[in-house]
């Protein structure tokens, strides 16, 4: 290994020691990244929902490895089985190790039994943007429900999971929704268990 | 207004909003993904990211500038300085050594102490010509542009492509002085 | 506490991108508003060029008999300037701090394009919080 400042070179990345997760970068690093990824995938579509997808495809990824890293970090490689397991997971670790806190609140929807939300007062990514008038209900936070469609559907829970602004009597600013919607399988596997 | 003394890095760093550097990892690496999905060639992505480095450059300069207080730079070498320890250390908490300087003062290398965007990531065998970091080249590029310097900004070390360092080479193009709108000659 | 009547901030070309006014006396139609960040971007180049003291960065305070105009200019060339009240405190302060939420609010927006004029809600709304008067006494410390 050759040691340069704190940058150790090893031959394969796999032998790394994986990070303890303690290092920060500026909120306005992300916020500018971020705000990139959303200029760019706007020169590649048409129409708002084929931006929200792209915006979902790209979260899912970051879904996927925050999952990987976080189980074999925090949970000794255990696997979540149950819904509740798996919703509590994302609703505070994933949530806690990505925006810094866990979410504001984790719903069971009142009308379809398979139907969750994530909530937030204002989404860590949505920060800074403002969006303008034309273009509707469109949520960046659609990122952020790729990520969470990316841990759900890798720990074995496939569901549909979208962003939704949802307004708040008294406020001006809406508050963010994650809804999750479980695929038929989840359910009836989650039935048998009991 | 009696001038406020430029702040350094690490104070600027710890008074700001920061976030874990594993979402900014992720992110970046899924921006990779994307361009790599969209545009296929290595050359292709590679323009792309210095681009988008180039766009966030031109908006992140007048952020540095708000919260350094750091006033016009004397000369080049000052400017490097001021990268190296104010810039990088603010947005992505990382230092950076100032080396290699050339007799005219124009060119020279940043040598990164840390790099956040590389966390967790190897190039495969299908992507050895990706510069993986380019963004980061872009950035520095499109903000000193904001401030009247023209530079190139290139990666001569790479430690995705096995070498043992991250070195990032500044060269002053020109500078270009402020345009006084009613010049008699026009 | 004196009052603020207005605020104007001008691209690096010399274009208004944003403009507001807090109930002046006498409002600006939006030509005239046009005009005056024209005139004021070119009074301020004309002043750098007319400085007898070398590295003049232009005008920073304009006083006049029933006005105050601050101007911040960033490296950028971007200009932040506010028409207030003869004798008005912390209006310094108040130009960087509006700066500062130009860097976050506008600049940090995917939907927002460089130079050209500003529209963003959250931008507005923290501007409007800024100039309250009781948030201007406070940036003064």
Redesign the interface.
Known sequence: MISVGKIKQYTNVLERPLSKGKQEVSLSAFAFLFSELVQYNQTQVDNITELERRLEDAGYAVGARILELLCHREKGNRRETRLLGILSFVHSTVWKVLFGKVADSLEKGTEHEDEYMISEKELLVNRFISIPKDMGAFNCGAFVAGIVRGVLENAGFPAVVTAHFVPVEGQHRPRTTILIKFAEEVLRREATLG | MAPVAPRSGDVIFANVERVNAELFTLTYGAIVRQLLTDLEEVDEVNKQLDQMGYNIGVRLIDEFLAKSNVSRCVDFKETAEVIAKVGLKMFLGITATVTNWDVEGTTCSLILEDNPLVDFVELPDTCQGLNYCNILSGVVRGALEMVSMKTEVTWLRDMLRGDDAFELQLKLLKQVPEEYPYKDDE | MAAIYSLYIINKS?GLIFCKDYGSAGKMDTNDSLRLASLW??MH??S??LSPVNGCAGI?LLQADTFDLHCFQ?????KFFVVCEPGTLHM?SLL?YI??L????V?????YE?EMPI?????D?NLSQAVQKDRVALLGR
């Open positions: 010399g971007h070119s180049a004309i750098q060029q920073e960033s490296l950028t060339g971007t310094e960087k700066y500062e130009y860097t976050d609010y600049l940090k927006n995917p939907f460089m529209r963003c809600e959250l931008f709304i």
